[in-house]
Structures are given as structure tokens and as C-alpha cells.
């Protein structure tokens, strides 16, 4: 399994990003998809999620109603949409997918500042 994000970069407070999680290496429709950050010494969270079979999403309070997780089954992807970024979602952000066991991407980073 392999994935494989993109998209990060600097941002001033109030703009936006869309970050892109590129999967392959499975072919079971029973999966979740999602996204987690780690900002400096603080432990990993998660962002938000997709579960694939039933299209259901869940974000973490801090991010909802500014960030949109949404996926492309045909490419086997996954985005999350950040708008109104706060210097408070400084972190790098990986991707994950939940095949019964966890795989994560290489991660991406997001800096908002002016």
C-alpha cells in the first residue's frame, strides 16, 4: 500500500489549501480514508475521515465548517479542502488509510502565517 500526498505549502491566515492523497496497492472497497496533522511538539491528531463503503465523513471540532474531506474512487484518492486556515493549523499533514491495519502517507506540510 502506498500513498502518496501533495499540496501543502504557505499560506497567509484566511486563505486556503487543498492537499491530495494519491492511494494504490489495494483493491478492497472496505476502507477508510483520512487525514491527521502533528503540529511541533504536539502528538498526532485526527483531521478528518471518509469511510468508503457508506460515504459517511467525521471532522475533528476543530476544523468543521472550514475544511472538506471528499475522495475519487476512480483514482483512489483523497482531498481535504482547508479554507480560512488559522496560524493554529501549522502542522504537517499525512494521510491514512484503514485497511484493518494503518498505512500513512510521507506527509505534507502546512504553514499559515503572514
Known amino acids: 500500500v502506498q500513498l502518496q500526498a501533495s499540496g501543502g505549502g504557505l499560506v497567509q491566515p484566511g486563505g486556503s489549501l487543498r492537499l491530495a492523497c494519491a492511494a494504490s496497492g489495494f483493491t478492497s472497497d472496505d476502507y477508510t480514508l483520512g487525514w491527521f496533522r502533528q503540529a511541533p511538539g504536539k502528538e498526532r491528531e485526527g483531521v478528518a475521515y471518509v469511510i468508503n463503503s457508506h460515504d459517511i465523513t467525521n471532522y475533528a471540532d476543530s476544523v468543521k465548517g472550514r475544511f472538506t474531506i471528499s475522495k475519487d474512487n476512480n483514482k483512489s484518492a483523497v482531498y481535504l479542502q482547508m479554507n480560512s486556515l488559522k496560524p493554529e493549523d501549522t502542522a504537517v499533514y499525512y494521510c491514512?488509510?484503514?485497511?484493518?491495519?494503518?498505512?500513512w502517507g510521507q506527509g505534507t506540510l502546512v504553514t499559515v502565517s503572514s
Open positions: 491514512n488509510v484503514k485497511l484493518g491495519t494503518s498505512y
